[in-house]
Structure formats: structure tokens, C-alpha cells
């Protein structure tokens, strides 16, 4: 079992910077893979990134691609989402999540534990 805690969300202009970060609980962190979705008002939550368990070549969705950061510290077990040159569309509820499988690690059922969301909101 593996209990996810975000936070670091808030309200920033459009080209500001946000580190959102994403507390593990449990010994096996170092196992699981890590992602980060976001879902906006009316929309489908959506993959941003993901991480593998090996801290390997992140994969990033296309919009934001260049712009955000996945990472993990092993030790601290938190994975983070560094956020630069925001953008209004950015903002949303963006929710951690890991898993121990490893395929579908771009969709929301390759992923089975997840955080409770933290909002990130971006002004024009």
C-alpha cells in the first residue's frame, strides 16, 4: 500500500514557477513508478509525466514538454513536478500517482494509488 500527499500548489502569473511535490509514504517507494496527471474544470484528467522506479528518461505530454521537471529523491520518497514559464491553460487539480506495473504508464488505469490533488491556478 502506498499513500500519496501533494502539495506546493497555489495561484501564479503566466511565466511564474511552481514546485509542486508529492510524499510517499511506505518502505517500497524506491519500486514504483511516479506520474503526474491534471484535471481542469469540465475536462478529463490528463497525463503530464511520468518517472520510472529507476529514476530513468522522464516522458513528459507534449504541452508541456520544455517546461516542466519530473524527479524523485529516493530518500526523501518524494517525487516532485518543477513547473516554469506557466501558462492560464496550466491550471488545474494535479494529482500524483504510482504504480508497480509497467505498461501504461501515459493513461490513468496504468497507475493505482493516487494523491488527494493539489490546485494549481495560473493567471493571464
Known amino acids: 500500500q502506498v499513500q500519496l500527499v501533494e502539495s506546493g500548489g497555489g495561484l501564479v502569473q503566466a511565466g511564474g514557477s511552481l514546485r509542486l511535490s508529492c510524499a510517499a509514504s511506505?518502505?517500497?517507494?524506491?519500486?514504483?513508478?511516479m506520474g503526474w496527471f491534471r484535471q481542469a474544470p469540465g475536462k478529463e484528467r490528463e497525463f503530464v509525466a511520468f518517472i520510472t522506479w529507476s529514476g530513468g528518461t522522464p516522458y513528459y505530454a507534449d504541452s508541456v514538454k520544455g517546461r516542466f521537471t519530473i524527479s524523485r529523491d529516493t530518500a526523501k520518497n518524494t517525487v516532485y513536478l518543477q513547473m516554469n514559464s506557466l501558462k492560464p491553460e496550466d491550471t488545474a487539480v494535479y494529482y500524483c500517482?504510482?504504480?508497480?506495473?509497467?505498461?501504461?504508464?501515459?493513461?490513468?488505469?496504468?497507475?493505482?494509488?493516487w494523491g488527494q490533488g493539489t490546485q494549481v491556478t495560473v493567471s493571464s
Open positions: 511506505g518502505r517500497t517507494f524506491s519500486s514504483y513508478h
Open positions: 500517482a504510482a504504480t508497480a506495473r509497467s505498461l501504461s504508464l501515459r493513461t490513468r488505469s496504468g497507475y493505482d494509488y
